[in-house]
């Protein structure tokens, strides 16, 4: 029994961890199949310029935490400071350790439940972001599409991103059906139950979380202002893009910041289960910057420069949040959902 209950969290964590090091391999080979002094020369222009992308960083979370933010009803709201906070945690965990961009909602879950914040709203809550988020980043695709269009004009790169979002716009509706109409935390909890009398879920932790999927639901003018303030976050990706080619004096305005943007959210969206895109997003900049007339190695001083940006930030708030939880000595999620 031991075994079997440590299979599917081994495998839970191997394929990340997999998809990691083979994401992680195929960068280092990009790097050095092309020209490695050359993108060192580029990323050095930079210089301490790397320290803007910090408060263009802050303003795309602090958009995306307001989004969050409007989720929350009136009684249970925390603060703007809290949350934008928590997307740098949520960020961070999802950036640097092989949790398949779970890690982050559930240590977001444990940290707002730890505040007092019911844990049916804060569960309801991040699921119905990360489906609004969703719609958000393929209105945006849709965005880059266009942008690529007047790059290349048709050809079957296009139409083969046009069926992706074909087909992933009705598994998105579907999961907001599923969400609203079938009660999934209710069946997950009988299914559990079936399998064991402990599976750490009552049903009126189930009922809560999906009474609270409905209500939110429901709240169109919530779901308007987290989808609004999802985009401008997304913009704000965008203006890192922006900025970081400035920084390395290549040319290219806020239409090339936007088709870089909106593009590589599309293909680290798509493999999620690589930590921190590794891989993807070197060869989806080489990709798409070859179609906006930029060279291989000028993609990967840019995704070189990103990911200093990534992970000097990530591993601050990292060991900061890790230093925070132990000194808190947060309890388990609060059994009630009220």
Known sequence: MLTEARGPRAWARFVPMGAGLLGLAGAVLLFAR???????????????GILWLVPV???????SAEGWRA??????????????WMAFVRN????????????????AVRSLTGRGVPASIAIAGIIVEITVNLFAQMG?????IDLLLSYV?????????WWGLVVALPVVLAFVFLQRRSRPFSRLYRALSR????????AAHAQAVDDRLVALYGRLGALARCAFWQVVSLVGGAGEFWLILRLLHEPGGPRLA??????TQALQSAAFMVPAALGVQEGGLILIGAVAGLSANTALAVSAVRRVRQVGLALPVLWLWVHGERKRRLAPIDPECR
């Open 140 to 144: 945006f695709t849709l965005l880059g």
């Open 92 to 107: 961070a965990i999802n950036t640097l350790l092989p949790v398949a961009h779970v890690g982050g909602e559930l240590a």
């Open 195 to 202: 399998l064991s009398n402990t599976s750490g879920m009552t």
């Open 34 to 48: 092309h020209d490695p002094a050359r993108i060192l020369h580029l990323v050095a222009l930079a210089g301490l």
């Open 258 to 263: 936007l088709l870089l943007e909106s593009l």
């Open 57 to 63: 960083r802050l303003a795309a979370m602090a958009a």
């Open 71 to 84: 989720l929350f009803p009136k009684p249970a709201t925390v603060s703007l400071r809290f949350l934008t």
């Open 153 to 161: 004009g048709t050809a079957p790169l296009i139409q083969r991103l």
